[in-house]
């Protein structure tokens, strides 16, 4: 998020001298540019719900094995996210708050959901995948779940299928030996399909918990995660989920409805059973008599 904020500071700077030059520069001379920075033009995330990744894509693991995307779906929803792993700010950001928001979860890796990372450099190499590995389960705190992390490295053209399906674009600066990109996270149903999407570096663990929820289609979760995906609206513009007033409004009224219904059955059942104690008092004193 910084190195956005920095990277906003010099385009809002370039616009102002741009403007103050503008007033300057004889007309002779040609108009000032207040575009974007070339490394910045063909930079952005915007993932398309339900639009299917290529699961016949082979990359390698963090142990150097040869592997398919498509090995880890098929039974659970995966939590992916596009990263290089030399970056110097930006990715290590989305590691730590991947690993923050899950921690907060009830939910376990490898148990009720996946996690892979993908590298977009292709000069990164599995010995990178490994160690930072390590750092999220480290991070994590839960050993026994080092089977569902996985971080992958792969040649430029498997890179470039992935990350073309999930419009993920970005630009390499060879000035700088860093790569300009955007920051974010996809939840993706168990055949391959986007189903959620969260932008930045920092994800509500409400967001993402309702995320897996909604993308193993119920397959995981409490009643209370199915009640509040009903409660809550996850809106593709924002990237978050919001409540929405009317279906709790109609749940309110529902509930309502069921409490009358549930107090004129305890009262009626109340009402029968004092009758039937009083007939049966009243039987028995005449048997007495």
């Known amino acids: 998020m910084n190195c956005f904020r920095s990277i906003t500071g010099i385009v809002a700077l ?9 007033q300057t520069i004889p007309d002779s001379v040609g108009k000032a540019s ?7 033009q063909n930079v952005g995330f915007e993932p398309q719900l339900n639009a299917q990744l290529p699961l016949d894509l082979t990359f390698r693991d963090e142990s150097g094995r040869d592997v398919q995307l498509r090995q880890y779906f098929g039974g659970k929803p995966v939590l992916l996210a596009l990263v290089y792993y030399g970056c110097p700010m930006l990715c290590n950001q989305v590691e730590q708050g991947v690993v923050g928001s899950l921690k907060m979860l009830s939910f376990n890796a490898a148990r009720d959901y996946e996690v892979v990372f993908v590298s977009f ?30 971080f992958l490295t792969g040649k430029e053209e498997q890179i470039h299928a992935l990350t073309t399906a ?14 300009a990109h955007a920051s974010g996270i996809m939840l993706i149903t168990p055949d391959g399909r986007i189903s959620r999407y969260f932008y930045g570096v ?8 309702l995320g897996l929820v909604d993308a193993s289609a119920g397959k995981i979760g409490t009643p209370i995660d199915h009640l509040l995906l009903f409660c809550f609206h996850y809106d593709p513009e924002t990237a978050r989920y919001s409540a929405t007033i009317l279906k709790i409004i109609r749940l309110g009224g529902i509930l309502t409805v069921f409490s009358i219904v549930a ?6 059942r109340r009402d029968v059973h004092a009758a039937n104690s009083s007939a049966s008092q009243a039987g028995a004193r005449q048997g007495a008599k």
Do not use: C
């Open 166 to 179: 999930a419009n993920f674009r970005y630009s390499f600066d060879e000035k700088n030996n860093l790569f």
């Open 14 to 22: 370039l616009a102002f001298s741009a403007t103050v030059g503008a």
């Open 121 to 150: 450099d292709a000069r990164e190499t599995p010995d990178m995948a490994a160690k930072k590995k390590a750092a999220a389960l480290s991070h994590y705190g839960r050993p026994e779940t080092a089977s569902g992390w996985h």
């Open 34 to 40: 207040s575009g974007l920075p070339k490394q910045l």
């Open 263 to 268: 107090g004129i059955l305890i009262f009626r």
């Open 202 to 209: 920092e994800y509500p663990s409400r967001d993402v918990r």
